[in-house]
């Protein structure tokens, strides 16, 4: 059984940091493309920043280029969303998603066929 457990959501100020962690099991994702998105009350889910796990090259939403990093480490199966200078803006539930595939862009949230629960990120100003 395929699952993606995303984690490090929470209350934060603007300014400041978050690191999400997404652990998936169930199936190797080794020619997978592993991607975070999010969703604010109201609004479509959009894409955040991408990665492929064969070789870790990346893609990011242009809004999220340079404050947000995502990597991932093969010996613990998990996919990381390092988020810098938050801003109220950013306040959604975020969700980890994989899909199989070896290309980027990778950032129609249509195209993922697997999903986390979603962890909460808010951003106070």
């Known amino acids: 059984q395929v699952q993606l457990v995303e984690s490090g959501g929470g209350l934060v100020q603007a300014g400041g940091s978050l690191r999400l962690s997404c652990v998936v099991s169930?199936?190797?994702?080794?020619?997978?493309?592993m991607a975070w998105f999010r969703q604010a009350p109201g609004k479509d889910r959009e894409f955040v920043a991408a990665i492929k796990w064969s070789d870790g090259s990346t893609d990011y939403a242009d809004s999220e280029k340079g404050r947000f990093i995502i990597s991932r480490d093969n010996a613990k199966n998990t996919v990381y969303l390092q988020m810098n200078s938050l801003k109220p803006e950013d306040t959604a539930v975020y969700y980890c998603?994989?899909?199989?595939?070896?290309?980027?862009?990778?950032?129609?949230?249509?195209?993922?066929?697997?999903w986390g629960q979603g962890t909460q990120v808010t951003v106070s100003s």
């Open positions: 998603a994989a899909d199989w595939g070896n290309s980027l862009p990778h950032n129609d949230p249509g195209d993922y066929y697997y």
């Open positions: 169930g199936r190797s994702f080794s020619r997978y493309v």
